[in-house]
């Protein structure tokens, strides 16, 4: 037997020895507690439906003091979604501590049964009551969304103006068309310098960054292919040389038999 399975027993070997001293409550699917009669005599107290431990869900609620008032609606999942995250997770370390100790459920029994009433898991529910106890009543401060940082976009004002820029100037009848180099350029010496933002923005950009900006904007680069379509067909050089072309053909078809499928033979006519 090695080291792990050894602990192992010996914890639970402790545990029985507990249970049998009384100084643990023993629990199952229904829970025992001590009889204040006697202390030989074993009194069932049921575990109460999950109806019944909806309406003590929400008479805590309804209890609790904060600025926002609940109102029990008929639908519970309804209910639930109208109560803010951090009084939520207070409720379910409420319902736990109520199920321990009021009803004499063990921890893990107790959190699978306030998990239940809360739509979690009955571990996120244990490690609730961890957090809320180790800071005394408290949990900690949610980071999520803190790691984002500002972007000059985001600012409507500069938006509108860059976006206005590359509509005006990106192509221009008669004038050459604008980069992504000269939208850089124009951000670097125009719109940075003059717009109020904080200092921990970039008050300049790269090559690479401005054209990250302008699919951020909804533009897309093309390249403008300047190739003219002309009709040759009546070229001079092509007229005369039809002529003679078709020539050919006609002294062609005079020494030529048809073609099996035309009976009637080749009749060209030229004017």
Known sequence: MNSSSWKRKRALQDKMRK????????????????????????????????????????????ADDTDVEFEPSENYEDYLST???????????MMMDCFTTRFGLTN????????LLFDV????????????????????????????RPFVLDDEECRSKASQWVRSNAC?????????????????????????????LPQSIKERTAVKWLHELGFRSQRHKKGIYIDGH???DVVEYRRIFLRKIEILEKTHLPPPNCSDGLSTSFD
């Open 19 to 62: 249970v049998r001293s009384g100084k643990r409550r023993k629990v199952s699917d229904v829970a025992y507690v001590e009889s204040e009669s006697s202390q030989n005599e074993e009194v069932t107290i049921e575990i109460p439906d999950l109806s019944e431990a909806r309406l003590y869900v929400q008479d805590f609620s309804d």
């Open 234 to 236: 009546e070229r001079k």
């Open 172 to 200: 221009v009848k008669g004038k050459p068309n604008k980069t992504a180099l000269k939208f850089c350029h124009w951000v670097n010496t125009d719109l940075l310098p003059n717009a109020d933002l904080p200092p921990s």
């Open 108 to 115: 893990v029994a107790a959190a699978k049964e306030s998990g």
């Open 83 to 93: 109560i803010p995250r951090e009084t939520l997770k207070v409720l379910a370390v």
């Open 121 to 148: 898991n009955e571990k996120t529910v244990r490690n609730w009551r961890s957090e809320f106890y180790a800071n005394k009543g408290s949990f900690h401060e949610s980071k999520q969304g803190k790691h984002k």
